[in-house]
């Protein structure tokens, strides 16, 4: 437009140059600047700094499948030494020496046997226990307990219990004091003291020997009784009783109140030694039961 107005126009600058193309040159140089003040603009600026990227480790260096592993050569086998086909010799053998033959001696004669003794002839003990029956309550009778072992209820028959009652107090006044150990027995008590007394000697017969079994008892009668001396307990049932000051009493006085010694050293029945055990003879009945036993 001002191309069109200064040409409309006709001026002219002092250099002579129409004024509308002095304009043209200044209007081209203000776009140029323009023109480059926009890319400016439009440029990106300076980014900021990045880290730096850490640096990749090395490549690990792998075999190929395809490539064959190397192995190594392995040591050559020592050469074993030739092996010896022969066999080895045998060891000589010597020749085994027989031995000496002894010389032969005749045989001593064997002395003549010598006489057999003749062995006398000990013939085995006989127990031969006689049958007792059991005697009826009412005809026992309970003793004193002052007279028997820790107060023990023993009992006898009536005429047995009044005839040793009569020998205790006679004993006393000789100073001897008697106890009744065991009396009257029924057939249960004898069993259980029978089996004791096997167990302990391991035996029938031993048992025999020392205690009647049960339906054989003297014990059964209330007739028979088992004394000991008050003043040594270690004696009862023992056959040290027969060195008490007790025992002697009785082999002098006893016979005076109707008693005797059951089972004497030898006696007929085979039982053993027994200085403790008496009975009672002192009656037409006493006698009577205790026939057998003496062998009559």
């Known amino acids: 437009m001002i191309q069109r107005v200064a040409t409309a126009t006709g001026q002219t600058d002092a250099c002579g140059d129409p004024v509308h193309k002095r304009y043209s040159q200044f209007y081209l140089k203000a776009a140029i600047v323009a023109f480059q003040a926009v890319l ?3 440029a990106p600026g300076p980014s900021p700094a990045q880290p730096e990227p850490p640096e990749p480790p090395p490549p690990i260096l792998s075999v190929p499948a395809s490539t064959p592993t190397e192995t190594l050569p392995t040591p050559p086998e020592a050469e074993s030494p030739p092996v010896d086909l022969l066999p080895a010799p045998e060891p000589l ?3 085994e020496l027989e031995p000496e ?6 045989p001593e004669p064997e002395p003549p046997p010598a006489p057999e003794r003749p062995q006398p002839h000990k013939p085995a003990p006989s127990i031969a226990h006689p049958p007792y029956k059991e005697a009826a309550r009412r005809d026992l009778r309970l003793v004193a307990g002052n007279s028997t072992v820790r107060g023990r209820k023993e009992y006898l028959s009536n005429e047995a219990a009044w005839a040793f009652a009569r020998m205790r107090e006679a004993a006393i006044k000789a100073g001897v004091r008697l106890l009744l150990i065991s009396g009257f027995r029924d057939r249960t008590r ?3 003291i029978f089996a004791k007394q096997i167990a302990r000697k391991g035996s029938l017969g031993a048992a025999l020997q020392l205690v009647a079994p049960p339906g ?7 007739y028979a009784m088992d004394l000991g001396d008050a003043l040594y307990p270690k004696t009862h049932l023992e056959t040290t009783f027969e060195n008490t000051p007790a025992f002697r009493w009785l082999s002098r006085s006893a016979a005076r109140f109707g008693f005797e010694l059951s089972y004497p050293p030898g006696n007929a029945v085979g039982v053993s030694y027994e200085p403790w055990h008496w009975r009672y003879v002192g009656s037409k009945k006493g006698k009577t039961l205790f026939s057998a036993a003496k062998g009559g």
């Open 93 to 95: 053998l010597q020749p």
């Open 216 to 222: 054989f008892s003297e014990h059964h009668t209330g």
């Open 40 to 42: 400016g603009l439009l």
């Open 190 to 192: 004898q069993a259980r």
């Open 101 to 106: 033959t002894p010389l032969l001696r005749p």
